[in-house]
């Protein structure tokens, strides 16, 4: 019968790996997550993105200037932001790779997902990266408020949902432009309330949202100004969401952290959150004890992250229902990575082309651009999303030709066999294996099978 650790590790984590030994019990698995909180000094961060911007609007201005010169050392710039852009990326996968149970890593990518925000020029790509940095990681083991806080208070989330454009009808800067209109946006409030905090459908009004968007009023970001919220365009009075009154005094940041406070703490986000987590880590329709539990754990310690990451761990229903997850490229191709034997430097090593022909190409051909869901509402957990007949395809061509560029000499299939699955592998594959013609034949045999691409 395959272990705790075995069961964990692909569960709960990137699947195993020849170089590490995953936690034996749940409380070491959830106390290994602390390792995923921990920022290094080359980490992107919102400081670090707004100097570069700071710089970046002085080249941009001399270079529509129409000096040549300006143009291209603008042009040069944005190739260097361009590059820690993508070795932000590398150090995405290589922590991963090398987290001791990749439980934090799966936290740091699930969490980075249920509050979405996406880049698209430079700097907003490598806003993105420090939206991870400075709202996601901090607070892996925390509370969920503070969390919550963090990430719709962030620059990447207040541009991603237009908040920045969001203007108080009666406030001072639209009394200032009567013939401009600035109008009300009600994205971030809307999300706030759907996708982040009480979930879709749980008790709530659209005067609840338009009420939120009026509170909202006033965050906003600019590379050359302090802060991230401007009270002249902070709708004045109180606003009533969900029943309680917020506000009524000069506009302050203070009363948007009044709200995200008890939008944390709602009965409702608990029962959506604990839903949230049971998808992804264990089933597309989850055991309902499995989600009554996380709720009461979430209910009971105040959204203590940490006691719910213990009760993923303690948890039955990941032995219960082993394999009933489809893995999501980024899983997949980091769950390949460390069953062959790859560590963190060598992915950090990787060339911009090795980067795209190994990891990033075929990643977006199996359906997963990195950066890019479709949707506030972030990627897919369903397996039908994942298990397309071009998506299965592109697994089993990277299977095939990529990991003989990863490692030299390949691993002996066996032992990748045990490696990768443990006690996990099917009697039928481990049948096959054995028996495959040569040694890329077997090695693609494990990586495409049912048994690796399911956790």
């Given at each position: 019968?395959?272990?705790?650790?075995?069961?964990?590790?692909?569960?709960?984590?990137f699947?195993?790996s020849?170089?590490?030994?995953?936690?034996?019990?749940?409380?070491?698995m959830a106390?290994?997550?602390?390792?995923?909180?921990?920022?290094?000094?080359?980490?992107?961060?919102?400081?670090?993105?707004?100097a570069?911007?700071?710089k970046?609007?002085?080249?941009?201005?001399?270079?529509?200037?129409?000096?040549?010169a300006?143009?291209?050392?603008?042009?040069?710039?944005?190739?260097?932001?361009?590059?820690?852009?993508?070795?932000?990326i590398?150090?995405r996968?290589?922590?991963?790779?090398?987290?001791?149970?990749?439980?934090?890593?799966?936290?740091?990518?699930?969490?980075?997902?249920?509050?979405?925000?996406?880049?698209?020029t430079?700097?907003?790509?490598?806003m993105?990266?420090?939206?991870?940095?400075?709202?996601?990681?901090?607070?892996?083991?925390g509370?969920?408020?503070?969390?919550?806080?963090?990430?719709?208070?962030?620059?990447?989330?207040?541009?991603?949902?237009?908040?920045?454009?969001?203007?108080?009808p009666?406030?001072?800067?639209?009394r200032?432009?009567?013939?401009?209109?600035?109008g009300?946006?009600?994205?971030?409030?809307?999300e706030?309330?759907?996708?982040?905090?009480?979930?879709?459908?749980?008790?709530?009004?659209?005067?609840?949202?338009?009420q939120?968007?009026?509170?909202?009023?006033?965050?906003?970001?600019?590379?050359?100004?302090?802060g991230?919220?401007?009270?002249?365009?902070?709708?004045?009075?109180?606003?009533?969401?969900?029943?309680?009154?917020?506000?009524?005094?000069?506009?302050?940041?203070?009363?948007?952290?009044?709200?995200?406070?008890?939008?944390?703490?709602?009965?409702?986000?608990?029962?959506?959150?604990?839903?949230?987590?049971?998808?992804?880590?264990?089933?597309?329709?989850?055991?309902?004890?499995?989600?009554?539990?996380?709720?009461?754990?979430?209910?009971?310690?105040?959204?203590?992250?940490?006691?719910?990451?213990?009760?993923?761990?303690?948890?039955?229903?990941?032995?219960?229902?082993?394999?009933?997850?489809?893995?999501?490229?980024?899983?997949?191709?980091?769950?390949?990575?460390?069953?062959?034997?790859?560590?963190?430097?060598?992915?950090?090593d990787?060339?911009?082309?090795q980067?795209?022909r190994?990891?990033?190409?075929?990643?977006?051909?199996?359906?997963?651009?990195?950066?890019s869901?479709?949707?506030?509402?972030?990627?897919?957990?369903?397996?039908?999303?994942?298990?397309?007949?071009?998506?299965?395809?592109?697994?089993?061509?990277?299977?095939?030709?990529?990991?003989?560029?990863?490692?030299?000499?390949?691993?002996?299939?066996?032992?990748?066999?045990?490696?990768?699955?443990?006690?996990?592998?099917?009697?039928a594959?481990?049948?096959?294996?054995?028996?495959?013609?040569?040694?890329?034949?077997?090695?693609?045999?494990?990586?495409?099978?049912?048994?690796?691409?399911?956790?």
């Open positions: 019968m395959p272990s705790y650790a075995e069961i964990a590790a692909i569960r709960l984590g699947g195993l020849p170089r590490l030994t995953p936690p034996a019990d749940p409380a070491g106390a290994s997550v602390a390792a995923a909180t921990r920022i290094g000094p080359q980490a992107v961060t919102l400081d670090k993105v707004r570069w911007q700071d970046g609007l002085d080249l941009g201005a001399a270079a529509r200037a129409g000096d040549p300006a143009r291209d050392r603008d042009v040069a710039y944005r190739r260097r932001l361009g590059g820690i852009y993508r070795a932000a590398q150090n996968f290589a922590r991963a790779v090398d987290d001791h149970s990749g439980f934090g890593e799966r936290l740091v990518w699930f969490w980075a997902d249920h509050f979405t925000v996406t880049g698209g430079v700097y907003w790509n490598l993105t990266d420090a939206f991870v940095q400075d709202a996601i990681r901090p607070h892996l083991t509370r969920f408020a503070d969390m919550m806080l963090a990430a719709e208070i962030h620059p990447a989330m207040v541009r991603y949902l237009d908040q920045d454009r969001s203007v108080g009666n406030s001072a800067r639209a200032r432009n009567p013939d401009k209109p600035l009300l946006n009600e994205n971030l409030a809307r706030m309330i759907e996708l982040h905090s009480l979930g879709v459908g749980a008790d709530y009004s659209q005067q609840d949202v338009t939120l968007a009026e509170l909202l009023t006033g965050l906003a970001y600019h590379p050359r100004q302090t991230i919220f401007r009270p002249g365009q902070a709708e004045p009075g109180a606003e009533t969401v969900l029943g309680a009154r917020y506000g009524g005094g000069r506009a302050s940041l203070d009363d948007i952290r009044g709200v995200i406070a008890d939008l944390a703490r709602h009965p409702a986000t608990a029962r959506h959150i604990a839903r949230k987590m049971a998808v992804h880590f264990v089933a597309d329709d989850p055991p309902q004890p499995l989600v009554d539990r996380l709720a009461a754990v979430f209910a009971d310690t105040g959204g203590d992250l940490g006691a719910m990451n213990l009760a993923l761990a303690e948890a039955p229903e990941l032995r219960q229902q082993f394999r009933q997850k489809m893995r999501q490229p980024f899983d997949f191709l980091v769950a390949a990575l460390r069953g062959l034997g790859v560590d963190g430097r060598q992915v950090r990787m060339k911009p082309g980067l795209q190994l990891l990033l190409q075929p990643m977006t051909a199996m359906g997963q651009a990195w950066g869901p479709l949707g506030p509402d972030g990627w897919p957990e369903d397996q039908a999303a994942w298990a397309s007949p071009q998506g299965l395809a592109m697994r089993i061509t990277w299977a095939l030709s990529a990991p003989s560029r990863l490692t030299d000499p390949l691993p002996d299939a066996r032992q990748l066999l045990r490696a990768a699955l443990g006690d996990t592998a099917s009697e594959l481990s049948w096959a294996v054995p028996r495959a013609e040569s040694q890329a034949e077997g090695v693609a045999l494990i990586l495409a099978s049912a048994d690796f691409n399911r956790r």
